[in-house]
């Protein structure tokens, strides 16, 4: 029975790692990748020799459909070959294209065995050094850009667990007035650059981030992982 490894990479800091990842990637005769130069990185510091091959991400979304991406992944597994799946960074479908691809091997190939090898998530990173309740929280992924994003902080306001969700650096200033607006009472925790030279972790009102992000513009670089207690 051939094998779908779900495997997580670092999200930054290289040494995030598992020795069982490491192990795994040696193994496999095939690596899918969201990003294979990317991908290129972690191979060539692990001494990893392994052919890649990019996977279907906005190539499986929408008007982008092609099949034939997917029908050669089929293929190889039904040939009896093993296969890793990676993203860019942290844990494959988890706000990721990869997800589509576990979702259609799953429905389609019933007899391959999916096996996930653990390590890091941003959201889980975040959550463990903010300081905020997290017995009880709710990961919504990124923000919609336009259509449903008012609703949706309407109700991380009205919430009564832990919010969690991803932010770019080109859009965290118009979520902090956002959450300014509609929870200015709540306690939020920006984590950046998580596992990087420059991590940092601030807490405060929306409005205190949005000021001290307006005061050190250079803190505004980075991907970001939003926290509402």
Do not use: W
């Not at 990479?9 to 192990?23: H, K, S, V």
């Not at 429905?107 to 463990?128: F, H, Q, W, Y």
């Amino acid at each position: 029975m051939s094998k779908l490894y779900i495997v997580a990479t670092p999200i930054g800091n290289m040494g995030d790692i598992t020795l069982r990842a490491i192990e795994t990637l040696k193994s496999v005769d095939l690596i899918l990748c969201e990003d294979t130069r990317q991908t290129r990185k972690i191979l060539e510091k692990y001494n990893i020799n392994k052919p890649t091959m990019s996977y279907p991400s906005d190539d499986v979304v929408g008007k982008n459909y092609r099949p034939s991406k997917l029908a050669k992944i089929f293929t190889l597994l039904e040939d009896g070959k093993n296969l890793a799946l990676v993203s860019d960074a942290g844990t494959p479908g988890i706000s990721d294209p990869g997800a589509l691809l576990v979702s259609e091997i799953k429905e389609k190939l019933n007899d391959i065995e999916v096996i996930p090898i653990p390590g890091a998530s941003a959201v889980i990173t975040a959550l463990s050094a903010s300081g905020l309740p997290m017995h009880d929280f709710t990961f919504l992924g990124f923000l919609p850009h336009k259509k449903g994003r008012e609703t949706l902080f309407k109700e991380i306001a009205e919430a009564k667990r832990t919010m969690v969700f991803y932010e770019s650096p080109h859009r965290i200033l118009k979520t902090l007035e956002s959450l300014r607006k509609f929870c200015p009472e709540k306690k939020v925790c920006i984590a950046r650059e998580l596992t990087k030279i420059y991590e940092e972790f601030k807490t405060g009102s929306a409005g205190e981030l949005l000021e001290y992000l307006n005061k050190n513009k250079e803190k505004q670089r980075g991907e970001f992982t939003v926290i509402v207690a």
